[in-house]
């Protein structure tokens, strides 16, 4: 009996001692305990680290007004020492953080508070000029050399960069209107681009106002951009959404982009520099994609392709108030080819077009681009589809003597506007089949079985991007 009440004792003493061990932290403040739980946190990621900073380490200031370029520069390359020692991350913390172009380096993570802000600067002496990219010839604004961009790295493998829903602004409006009015030196800077690089992740970030394109990979393998928010005004020129550019192996899924011009734009060069550079764009997954777009493509192929596009596989699209569903771009002098293109379960929602492919976007980066090269475009595949009011079905123009071929499209549903164009389906230099589409398409694409819907192709075996998995990883500061 004894024993029994003395156990009862140290219980309740325990218990005693636990609530105060609670009281005593309680006390210790509110801001006491954000500190302690924003110094540890996890993320998923293609790899983890065993190295890790703070960009308040290295002088960063998060307040709007102070020039954050040195700090940023500072922090990565200190981190860039334990590229062979298990890799490092770089925390940005809750802020306003203005900054200039800085580069990445390699086994690298670069991390954004979910109350961080990366603010672009307005400094155009914040952001050195580099050379146009080869397979362009020049910059996509001016002649000559461009602007590098927000975030950049080139030559890099095992790179993340990612954050808790983090924001990166890149306060467009200066550059936008500098371009409207003639008076860009070089080509606008992009927010992310990544250059001759592997084994690359963009994450889980939202992107506003970049002073062009937003995210870029070119001349690059195994990329994930997975759950991007990108905000743009629909007004704004070539805010494109995602462009990947002469990459092989790229998965861009679960992502919303509002913008001035086309959501995801698929590229691999430009005329005659993208022909000699011969840099495909292949084994492209887009997936669970929702844009808004009311003047340019959800989903984009070309117009700079003259490297190639081929294997690209599109599903889950959901397009609102936008120009086009799918648009190929192309031109006489352009060469390369797109092929082996499918998508499926596509819902549109107010569209001009849903389908749109054309032979004459016309422009050129300079006068020597070759007349005679023309493009291959071949096995084009639409199916399972939903689109309500809507102006026209579709505008599908190959170019004379250059027919685009094997175009299929089936089981689409189409259902006009109060006030649709009297021609639906605009057919030229095209052939192909339809089974089982609303309103009936144009001759050159014939209802293969009249009695029954055949399916387009689809491919059902895995691309290698696909195997790109996550681990959970995590970050802890570690105070010197």
């Not at 305990?33 to 996890?42: C, G, V």
């Not at 802020?95 to 961080?116: I, P, Q, V």
Request: glycine letters at 8%; hydrophobic letters at 35%.
């Amino acid at each position: 009996m004894g024993s029994l009440k003395t156990a009862k004792r140290t219980q309740v003493i325990c218990i005693i001692l636990l609530v105060g061990i609670i009281i005593s932290l309680n006390t210790n403040g509110v801001e006491s305990r954000k500190a302690r739980n924003s110094d540890w946190f996890e993320y998923s990621a293609i790899s983890c680290r065993a190295h890790s900073a703070s960009l308040e380490e290295f002088g960063g200031v998060g307040d709007g007004i102070t020039s954050n370029t040195k700090a940023f520069k500072a922090a990565i390359d200190h981190l860039s020492l334990f590229q062979s020692e298990g890799g490092s991350q770089l925390f940005v913390p809750p802020g306003k953080w203005l900054t200039g172009s800085f580069n990445l380096t390699s086994h690298f993570t670069l991390f954004l508070h979910k109350d961080a802000v990366l603010l672009a600067s307005q400094d155009e002496k914040e952001w050195p000029v580099i050379e146009p990219l080869p397979s362009y010839g020049r910059g996509r604004d001016t002649e000559g050399g461009r602007y590098s961009s927000l975030i950049f790295g080139t030559n890099l493998t095992d790179v993340v960069i990612t954050g808790d829903n983090g924001t990166i602004d890149g306060q467009g409006e200066p550059w936008w209107r500098k371009f409207r009015a003639g008076e860009l030196k070089y080509t606008r800077p992009y927010l992310i681009e990544i250059m001759y690089s592997q084994n690359i992740q963009i994450s889980n970030l939202t992107l506003i106002n970049s002073p062009s394109w937003n995210v870029h990979p070119v001349y690059s393998s195994s990329v994930i951009v997975q759950g991007i928010t990108i905000l743009a005004p629909v007004t704004s020129p070539n805010t494109d959404g995602i462009n990947p550019d002469s990459c092989t192996n790229t998965r861009i899924e679960d992502c919303y982009i509002v913008s001035g011009d086309d959501c995801v734009a698929v590229k691999s060069g430009w005329d005659q520099y993208g022909i000699a550079y011969g840099m495909p764009t292949k084994q492209l997954i887009i997936r669970r994609l929702t844009c808004i777009s009311p003047f340019s493509a959800v989903i984009a192929l070309g117009s700079e392709m003259s490297g190639g596009i081929q294997d690209v596989r599109a599903e889950d699209i959901t397009a609102i108030d936008s120009e086009s569903g799918v648009r190929i771009k192309t031109a006489v002098g352009r060469g390369g080819f797109v092929k082996d293109i499918y998508v499926r379960r596509m819902t549109m929602k107010t569209m001009k077009w849903a389908f749109w492919i054309t032979g004459s976007y016309g422009s050129h980066p300079d006068n020597n681009y070759d007349p005679h090269a023309l493009p291959v475009i071949q096995n084009i595949n639409y199916r399972d589809m939903v689109a309500d009011n809507v102006t026209m079905a579709a505008r599908l123009e190959g170019i004379a003597g250059d027919p685009f071929t094997g175009i299929c499209i089936s089981n689409v549903t189409i259902e006009l506007t109060n006030k649709p164009k009297k021609l639906q389906w605009n057919c030229t230099d095209i052939t192909g089949i339809s089974s089982g589409v609303t309103p009936k398409p144009c001759e050159l694409l014939p209802d293969h079985e009249p009695a029954q819907t055949t399916e387009c192709n689809f491919p059902d075996n895995r691309l290698p991007v696909e195997n790109m998995g996550v681990q959970m990883c995590s970050y802890k500061a570690n105070y010197l």
